[in-house]
């Protein structure tokens, strides 16, 4: 009876050893499967889905830059582009200066443009998640007809307003959309309407 006691005490043992062993062995290949988030001794990683804070920092302070952009598209009855130099008073305010020619409708006859210059006062908010921001402004343009073709004024004054939204690529580089509205400078009115415009804006300084 001694011998078959110790023989199965000695089992027990060994059986105890091998569960153990197991138990180990699974454990060690979970924590090498676990991702590291999941590990109570390490910080999470950070998500794909989370903003960089420290480069919307870097965007944020680029786009209080000093401005200069070009742009195209609908202005009035026809096909405009221009240029622009966007002067930062804060980082939310500032004054535009654009210069801009609007040539009008395409079935017109004659080389008729309209070719003015503009100031306008702007405001835009912060660039989100260092994304994009909307912004919105106005002022007055000056300007006329370089090649009248009739006896009308070749010299006008206007003025009118956008609001737009801009996508940052990079701290210094955006691309940029807005619509708005304005009088005309044209004698025959080829410039007065609605404008989408669209263009790309490089900013120095910030």
Partial sequence: MEAATRESYLCSIMQTRRTAAAVAAFLSFLVAILPAGARADEPPPPSAAQPDTAHA??????AEGFGIAVDNGLWGTGFASGLRLEIPFHRHFGLRARGLIAYGPATQPDFDPAV?????VFGRGPVMFGLARLYGGGGVHIGGRPNPADDGDSFGVSGGGHMGIEV????SYSYSVEIGG???????QYDAGASVMGGMTWYLGG
């Fill in 182 to 188: 304005q009088g005309g400078v044209h004698a025959l």
């Fill in 168 to 171: 940052f690529m990079s701290p």
């Fill in 57 to 62: 920092e870097r965007v944020q302070r680029g």
């Fill in 116 to 120: 003015f210059g503009g100031v306008e």
